[in-house]
């Protein structure tokens, strides 16, 4: 055995600890301090609303094809007179997302022709319970905001989904009040 072997090679295992060991320690205290993410970070996903607060889903059940970890399932119904959850001819029933399946990879969203279906910034998603995984569409809807009217409800907006998909309002004034009232419900929340 020679000296490098006996003295040298069992200290130099230790190289990274001593280099380490003088250095600030970077840690992150995660759950007390959390650090924003990016911009463009896919995290929960989220159904919209129209400004009167009618669901943007139509029930078309692209996402669930463009899913290709087979995570999402949708349900499509139609719109009735006396009940309307969205302004086309259908909405979405049923609306889940199993997130023990999804990859978080946004194909989804960019499979949705009306961008009903967007993701947030929230990445928090762990759960002990494997049921409380599966969001159903109630957990996924967009908080109704001041001025929105919870569904089932006759279109405000304008008396042609057309004009929904396009953003010209044959109710100008709706729009402009519901504008007024989001901006004194964020300035009050503040």
Same mark, same amino acid.
């Not at 995660?30 to 896919?42: D, G, L, S, V």
């Not at 999402?72 to 009735?80: P, Q, R």
């Given at each position: 055995?020679?000296? %490098? ?5 069992? $200290? &130099?295992?230790?190289? $990274? ?6 250095? %600030?320690? $970077?840690?992150?205290?995660? !759950? ?19 400004? *009167?607060?009618?669901? %943007? #889903?139509?029930? @078309?059940?692209? #996402? &669930?094809?463009? #899913?290709?970890?087979? +995570? ?29 399946? #999804?990859?978080? @990879?946004?194909? @989804?969203?960019?499979? @949705? ?13 762990? *759960?002990?319970?494997?049921? *409380? ?8 809807? +967009? ?28 109710? !100008? ?14 300035? &009050?929340?503040?």
């Amino acid at each position: 055995m020679t000296l %490098k072997e006996s003295l040298w090679d069992p $200290v &130099a295992g230790f190289g $990274v600890t001593f280099r380490t060991m003088f250095r %600030k320690v $970077v840690t992150e205290q995660y !759950p007390f301090e959390k650090q924003p993410t990016a911009p463009r970070f896919h995290g929960r996903h989220q159904l919209n609303r129209w400004p *009167d607060g009618l669901e %943007k #889903c139509i029930g @078309c059940e692209l #996402c &669930a094809w463009a #899913c290709p970890a087979d +995570a999402i399932y949708v349900e499509g119904a139609s719109n009735s007179p006396d009940e309307r959850f969205s302004p086309g001819e259908r909405y979405g029933r049923v609306y889940q997302i199993n997130y023990l399946r #999804c990859i978080l @990879c946004g194909l @989804c969203i960019e499979a @949705c022709p009306t961008r009903a279906l967007t993701m947030t910034n929230e990445y928090e998603l762990a *759960d002990d319970n494997r049921a *409380d995984l599966i969001y159903e569409k109630s957990d996924l809807l +967009a908080p109704l905001l001041p001025g929105m009217e919870q569904p089932p409800h006759a279109m405000r907006l304008s008396d042609d989904e057309g004009d929904y998909y396009r953003g010209t309002y044959a109710n !100008p004034q709706f729009a402009a009040d519901f504008a007024a009232r989001r901006a004194e419900g964020a300035g &009050a929340s503040e």
